[in-house]
């Protein structure tokens, strides 16, 4: 400000001084080009306030928006408390960021729309998600195209093909738990599971997507690095991908994965070919592609193939780690609901915590489906998902949200919307055990997972797999959460944590 106030007169001065005596100087005309320079500084920051104010129209939001960079600090650092403030403001409320128009909705009825409007808007993941994910992967395709793809990869997630990986995720929760279990005899004391459990998401995902196509020492190097990708996953990032940059790590971290995936498309079609059985998706993929009665594209390439992998990696990761970890806090702090996971396990595995699951078990546990469903509600994992209008939009009576701009639906209000979750805050996994309950009467304000032709193709991948690592870890241990003042306060890194990482000491489970 006082560097401001200082150069104007000066520049003042010199101008004047050279009328006085004139020099070689004087011969450029200086005055006019700082004149010059400042009318058309001024004239774009009036252009940018008059474009904001014709696209915001009667919308709340700040009336005019910060030069160059809107609301960008409140993105670098977003809070549950400040999206809240913004949902709060209206139904649709407006605000810029770098000259990029958004309009933030927050009822269920306007963020079912956006999600079910594909002529006006479609998914428009962060702009480091393109460079991460490579521009040519599937999930970036529109209309026709992501609709015949995705129809073919709906074979991935078959009944017979979650039967399959059933087996694969509780071997490797078991695996996992045995060793949180010693590790937790070494030192008793509390520590955040937030890294233990993204790495035993890691390796069941690999695992599942994978099988013995890719080994071990992989999946481990893969999780290391994966961390890198979460990290660059932010709103707006630094735009170059150079050597230092958060983008520029995560660009590494996928090349290093997609080595590893491209190898066991190989590898899975070598055993394909040789008649070996299915172990995993990718082979599960290729004997879908092999039936007769399969119709659509039947060749895909290696890299091709582990695009789609590696698109599944990077949309599960985050999600269904955050989902398993508030499902440990949430069963922590209800030792009731988590008596009751423990009697229907123990029914349905006949008293024997060892028996391997199965998706004919999970079928008989209403109770652990519930309480799912419940955490993944109380604290969605995903809050929203940009989309961008391809076109004007006219999402409401009063107001077109213009094209090019994003539109942001929240998930979140229409999840902890009170008319149809009663104490929406609470965690009471009852509300999904009554078909009356307003909760199951209103299937479509349970957006966890989206709506429309973008929804998570992996949602019953999902929630099979939340239920049955805290369905095994019911079985096997006791965890104890120790509260600290973060416990209840939420960090957004991609997707929702406790920020304090949940802090649990875990012990063998006396058997009766
Ligand atoms: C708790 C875990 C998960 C949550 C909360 C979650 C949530 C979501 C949400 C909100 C969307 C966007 C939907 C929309 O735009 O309407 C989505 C899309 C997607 N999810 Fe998930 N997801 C989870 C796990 C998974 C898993 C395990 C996979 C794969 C195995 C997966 C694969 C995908 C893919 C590929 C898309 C994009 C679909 C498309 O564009 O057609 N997700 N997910």
Not at 311 to 319: H, V
């Amino acid at each position: 400000m006082a560097s401001s106030k200082a150069s104007f007169p000066s520049a003042l001065s010199h101008s004047h001084s050279s009328n006085v005596l004139p020099t070689s100087q004087s011969l450029i005309p200086s005055g006019n080009w700082f004149y010059t320079t400042a009318a058309i500084v001024i004239s774009l920051l009036v252009l940018e306030q008059t474009v904001y104010r014709y696209k915001k129209r009667h919308l709340p939001g700040s009336r005019w928006t910060i030069p160059l960079i809107g609301k960008f600090a409140d993105s670098v650092n977003p809070t549950m408390e400040g999206y809240q403030r913004q949902w709060a403001s209206g139904a649709l409320s407006a605000i810029s960021v770098f000259n990029i128009f958004i309009v933030m909705a927050s009822t269920k009825d306007f963020a079912r729309k956006i999600l079910n409007s594909p002529t006006y808007a479609e998914p428009c993941l962060v702009h480091s998600a393109k460079q991460i994910l490579l521009p040519d992967n599937w999930v970036f395709l529109t209309g026709r195209e992501h609709v015949d793809y995705r129809r073919g990869l709906n074979a991935l997630f078959t009944r017979k093909a979650l039967g399959l990986y059933v087996g694969i995720q509780d071997a490797i929760a078991r695996k996992h738990l045995t060793r949180w279990l010693a590790e937790s005899a070494k030192d008793p004391s509390a520590k955040p599971i937030m890294m233990t459990a993204r790495d035993m998401n890691m390796e069941t995902s690999l695992a599942v997507f994978c099988g013995s196509y890719i080994p071990e020492r992989a999946a481990v190097e893969i999780s290391e690095k994966y961390w890198d990708i979460t990290l660059a996953l932010e709103l707006v990032n630094f735009p170059l991908a150079i050597p230092g940059t958060k983008v520029y790590r995560a660009i590494q971290a996928r090349k290093a994965a997609m080595q590893w995936l491209e190898l066991a498309a190989k590898r899975s079609k070598e055993s394909i070919a040789a008649g070996n059985p299915s172990e995993c998706m990718l082979d599960e993929w290729l004997l879908a592609l092999n039936d007769p009665a399969y119709k659509g594209r039947k060749e895909f390439s290696d890299r091709e193939m582990a695009m789609v992998v590696f698109s599944f990696l990077f949309a599960s990761q985050d999600a269904m780690s955050s989902g398993l970890i508030y499902g440990f806090q949430h069963l922590a702090d209800h030792p009731d609901i988590l008596k009751k996971i423990r009697e229907e396990q123990e029914r349905v595995r006949g008293g024997d915590p060892d028996r391997p699951m199965t998706l004919e078990m999970m079928d008989q546990m209403p109770y652990l489906r519930a309480m799912v469903r419940e955490t993944l509600r109380v604290k969605p994992p995903v809050t929203m998902v940009p989309y961008k209008t391809t076109k004007a939009f006219p999402i409401a009576d009063d107001y077109t949200v213009p094209s090019g701009s994003m539109v942001i639906p929240s998930f979140y209000n229409s999840l902890h919307d009170p008319s149809v979750y009663p104490d929406p805050d609470s965690f009471t996994p009852e509300r999904w055990l009554d078909s009356e309950s307003s909760a199951n009467k209103n299937p479509s304000n349970y957006l966890v997972f989206g709506s429309g032709p973008h929804k998570c193709i992996g949602l019953e991948y999902a929630m099979m797999n939340i239920g049955l690592v805290l369905a095994d870890a019911a079985m096997l241990m006791e965890w104890d959460h120790a509260l600290t003042d973060k416990s209840d306060k939420v960090q957004i890194i991609a997707t929702l944590f406790p920020q304090d990482g949940c802090m649990l000491k875990f012990r063998p489970r006396q058997r009766a």
